[in-house]
């Protein structure tokens, strides 16, 4: 993901990957992985073995849930922390696209700037990563991709 500086993950706690719903005629959901650094961030991992209709949907609702779960009566909206989303899937989600890696934020669309900064959606599609070998690995991201898709072989 990129993250240096004061925005690098340290330290991490694991949450309950159940998120209740607030009111019983609601949908519960629960996601793979649900993780909290050491600033509050919380980080959901989703591995996804193979094309199911709505994943972009649920992906939206697991942040949303996430988001929302965090403030209490009283609370303050600015305290609220970034949702980051982690997608790893074994199929394509979005076939339009080339590379097998995709950041997704909430932008203007009028002038591609990004003014709301709580949402972070990275999708990681297997299928698509072109490295076939160890020795062409570059970066830790790529050796994490690797393995992923190369997980019954190593």
Request: charged share 35%; hydrophobic share 35%.
């Amino acid at each position: 993901m990129g993250f240096t500086g004061k925005d690098e993950i340290k330290q991490i706690e694991f949450l309950s990957t159940i998120q209740d719903a607030e009111i019983a005629s609601k949908k519960q959901s629960i996601v793979d992985a649900l993780c909290r650094d050491e600033n509050g961030v919380q980080v959901i991992v989703e591995m996804q073995v193979a094309k199911t209709k709505g994943f972009e949907k649920r992906a939206q609702y697991y942040a949303a849930k996430a988001y929302t779960r965090q403030a209490n009566k009283g609370d303050q909206y600015e305290d609220l922390k970034e949702i980051i989303f982690i997608a790893i899937a074994d199929c394509i989600l979005f076939p339009d696209k080339s590379e097998y890696k995709s950041k997704l934020t909430i932008r203007d669309e009028d002038k591609n700037e990004h003014d709301l900064k709580d949402f972070y959606f990275y999708f990681i599609e297997l299928p698509k990563f072109p490295k076939t070998k160890e020795d062409q690995l570059e970066n830790i991201v790529e050796k994490w991709v690797y393995f992923f898709k190369y997980a019954k072989e190593t």
